[in-house]
């Protein structure tokens, strides 16, 4: 896209909503950081990536990718191998498996925006299934590399497994699911904190993606009902 279509792409709300976030994270890296660039990078792409998935557009899961690598060395240099696996091995494939998705799916003949899907509560039981062995696998990798504060970092990988299946399965509580992993992660990076004050701008980083994923559940619940009506009534779309 061009700058002057991205201008016109984007709602007032979520202009504004970019720029409150970028604005948090270039702030917190000035008063508290000036040093970790990597991490004030992974963060704009993160919450860039966070402003196009609000919009079901496929964009968002390619700058996903991009974050998970940069996001998983801000991990492994706290000695986070949890969230270092669990993005470099989970999030950063299913973002692959979401975007290819997303551009299968698009909603009529927008291929910028993804057509949004609803799923069977026995598919919700075959997720939270999936979910508890992916946790378990992993939880036994963690434990043997010594993770830092690893119940955190458990608890981490099942949400972030869930929003993964979520997005790739093109359901609005993906966006959710990543607000609880975001309040998780909040967590896992505070401690992390109180050790070197540096990761101070990773705990903002993801107090902005709380408030961005939980604008894209919104916006994703107001897109599946406007695609809805228009398959009901296509001659008014």
Same mark, same amino acid.
Do not use: C, D
């Given at each position: 896209m061009k700058i002057k279509n991205l201008i016109l792409y984007f709602s007032l709300?979520?202009?504004l909503l970019w720029? @409150?976030?970028v604005t948090a994270?270039?702030?917190s890296f000035l008063i508290l950081d000036k040093e970790n660039y990597l991490t004030l990078v992974a963060s704009i792409i993160g919450v860039t990536s966070l402003i196009f998935c609000a919009r079901g557009n496929p964009i968002g899961q390619v700058l996903m990718v991009f974050f998970s690598i940069i996001y998983s060395i801000i991990s492994f240099s706290f000695q986070y191998y949890g969230e270092m696996i669990t993005y470099l091995g989970m999030t950063l494939p299913m *973002?692959? @498996?979401s975007l290819i998705t997303w551009l299968k799916n698009p909603f009529g003949n927008q291929k910028s925006e993804v057509a949004v899907n609803r799923i069977t509560v026995k598919e919700v039981y075959f997720m939270l299934f999936l979910s508890a062995i992916v946790t378990l696998v =992993?939880?036994?990798? =963690?434990v043997y590399f010594n993770t830092s504060?690893?119940?955190?970092?458990?608890?981490s990988i099942t949400t972030s497994f869930i929003a993964a299946y979520l997005a790739f399965r093109r359901n609005p509580?993906? *966006? =959710?699911?990543? *607000?609880?992993n975001d309040t998780i992660l909040i967590i896992l990076w505070l401690l992390a904190s109180l050790k070197d004050i540096s990761y101070i701008p990773v705990v903002i980083c993801f107090i902005v993606f709380l408030v961005n994923d939980l604008y894209g559940f919104i916006s994703w =619940?107001?897109?599946?009902?406007?695609q809805e009506e228009a398959s009901k009534n296509p001659l008014q779309y």
């Open positions: 709300t979520e202009k720029s @409150f976030s994270i270039i702030t *973002a692959v @498996f =992993l939880h036994f990798i =963690l504060n690893i119940g955190v970092s458990t608890i509580f993906f *966006a =959710l699911a990543y *607000a609880l =619940l107001k897109m599946m009902k406007r």
